[in-house]
């Protein structure tokens, strides 16, 4: 597992607001490891019909994955066009929790907090069978920690549709905003109310399927949605 402090480069400094940048590279894990869906920006098509695209994508972490800095895995349909134009290429993937509303005493200073983390790297299709298998397993159980085990085999038809894609977690940066609004002192002054409204994601209640009316909810399905409430 990579332990040394995040050095962000030329493409991961930030350029404003550089107070709230961390170098903690545990801290960035954490961001990942909480994350259910990142957005993964990519150059699609060639020459003057190339542009970019940013495409929802569920993503799994492996800290000690074989890439520089650990391993950030996603997936896809090998009959996805973005694959062809993303493999072997720079490509840049966010993850941002909104974490509450801001309001202050002028528009000019609401803001909101958050956890956004940026990483930045060229994507390696993953051949290996045994990472392979890992890494889509790593997917399950990043969404319901435990479930990948309950489940039964990938078949080799579902392994043939499926491309799995790992991004180094070498170049990445996170920013983090916390706390209230900063206002200036004169509107301080003037006596107007000013505060946060802190925001968190939450679980409902489990709804089984049709075929599993009757059956018990599993104890790994159970424990997400209470640690989601």
Not at 123 to 144: F, I, K
């Amino acid at each position: 597992m990579t332990t040394l402090p995040l050095q962000p480069t030329p493409r991961t400094s930030l350029t404003r607001s550089r107070h709230r940048a961390l170098d903690d590279r545990e801290a960035l894990h954490a961001c990942l490891r909480e994350a259910l869906i990142g957005h993964l920006g990519v150059t699609v098509g060639e020459g003057d019909g190339a542009h970019p695209v940013v495409l929802p994508v569920a993503v799994a972490l492996d800290e000690s994955g074989p890439d520089e800095g650990g391993t950030l895995y996603v997936h896809g349909s090998v009959a996805a066009g973005w694959l062809a134009s993303a493999v072997g290429r720079t490509v840049c993937l966010t993850v941002t929790h909104l974490d509450g509303l801001v309001l202050a005493r002028s528009g000019f200073h609401h803001s909101m907090n958050y956890r956004s983390a940026v990483v930045i790297g060229a994507l390696r299709r993953v051949e290996d069978e045994d990472e392979r298998l890992r890494a889509l397993d790593l997917v399950v159980d990043h969404l319901v920690p435990g479930r990948a085990a309950t489940l039964r085999p990938m078949s080799r038809k579902e392994l043939a549709a499926t491309v799995v894609l790992a991004l180094p977690l070498a170049e990445a940066s996170l920013k983090v905003r916390d706390g209230g609004p900063v206002d200036d002192d004169e509107d301080v002054a003037a006596g107007a109310w000013a505060g946060h409204l802190p925001l968190r994601t939450i679980a409902g209640d489990v709804v089984p399927d049709a075929h599993s009316a009757d059956l018990p909810v599993p104890v790994e399905v159970g424990v997400r949605a209470d640690s989601l409430r």
